[in-house]
């Protein structure tokens, strides 16, 4: 079975300038997350999708990040304008469904300089 | 808001060296719990989790975890580590209504030969 798929592996930018990622789930998955991991902490949920209606977008820093799943099954994560605070991996995972008892399958993640 | 407290950052240790890695939540309700593991240039991936029941559970590669609701706390054990045990070592939670994954800052292990 194929994991979660995340493109780019890497990612350098200069501050101001946009950027996105993308994310494959495990076929059939439902519900998507992406999180923010910044150096020395543990991820962070940005975003939570359930097909694709957004569930959870509390910790979204809304005027510069965006994120979509339209057709509920690949999902994009935008930053635009980024800032230097957002260097971090960022980590795509997906569940069968939105229980707290699904496990969370976790793709490689997306490292991003910005400079 | 949950929160989950990892105090040990960064551990080391010699192979056959008994491990037990602390990790200490703070929620109200009915809670998951969970421990991740990512090894080097790896993704994380679950080590072993807990819902209910039987309060000790065991998980991949010999590991197993002990929950005591009366200390908030869910620590990780091994008996005998080795070297291939080295990696980051998260311990997360959620509430039983939602699966939003609130993590600890997570323990580096080095495992020496």
């Known amino acids: 079975e194929a994991g979660v798929a995340q493109s780019p592996r890497y990612k350098i930018i200069e501050k101001r300038q946009s950027v996105a990622f993308w994310c494959n789930p495990i076929?059939?998955?439902?519900?998507l997350y992406w999180y923010q991991q910044i150096l020395g902490q543990g991820p962070k949920l940005l975003i939570q999708?359930?097909?694709?209606?957004?569930?959870?977008d509390s910790q979204l820093p809304k005027d510069r990040f965006s994120a979509e799943r339209l057709k509920g099954v690949d999902s994009t994560l935008k930053i635009q304008p980024a800032k230097l605070e957002d260097s971090a991996v960022y980590l795509c995972?997906?569940?069968?469904?939105?229980?707290?008892?699904?496990?969370?399958?976790f793709g490689a993640g997306t490292r991003l300089s910005v400079l | 808001a949950q929160s989950v407290s990892q105090h040990n950052h960064h551990v080391i240790l010699s192979e056959a060296a008994s491990l037990e890695l602390g990790c200490n939540y703070s929620?109200?309700?009915?809670?998951?719990l969970f421990w991740y593991v990512q090894y080097p240039g790896q993704h994380l991936q679950l080590l072993l989790k807990y819902f209910s029941g039987d309060p000790l559970v065991k998980g991949i590669k010999g590991f197993e975890a002990e929950f005591i609701k009366s200390k908030f706390s869910f620590n990780l054990r091994k008996p005998s580590v080795q070297w291939s045990d080295t990696a980051e070592y998260f311990c997360?939670?959620?509430?039983?209504?939602?699966?939003?994954?609130?993590f600890g800052t997570g323990t580096r292990l080095q495992v020496t030969l």
């Open positions: 995972a997906s569940s069968v469904g939105p229980s707290g008892r699904n496990i969370q399958y």
């Open positions: 999708f359930q097909n694709n209606g957004v569930v959870d």
């Open positions: 929620y109200g309700g009915t809670v998951n």
């Open positions: 997360a939670v959620n509430a039983d209504s939602a699966s939003k994954l609130t």
């Open positions: 076929s059939g998955h439902a519900t």
